[in-house]
């Protein structure tokens, strides 16, 4: 006889399987917005330009897109700021390639 599948019908979080102690240091998406909106005039503190540049890779298209618009180059270190670019550049080209795919 063929076994039957596998069934969980309830199946907890991730975040709540995992040790909490892999994310330390890994900032919300709320806490990066109210940062980034926190003193407008002023360029990003180099530790937190560099932070957001290092997790760009894990966001979405629409996230780094914001990031990158919701502050000026010069508020960016330059070595971060042509990262996020990059990924910029990178996911827009992903989405570019998915949208031609059905």
Known sequence: TVPSPFVETEVPPLTECLDS????????AKSLYVTLHDKPKLPLDPTFSNLVSRIAPYMTFRQVSYVLNSRPAS???PFDLKRLRYVYATKKKVDEISESYG
């Open 21 to 28: 102690k892999r994310y330390a240091g890994i900032p919300t």
């Open 75 to 77: 508020h960016w270190q």
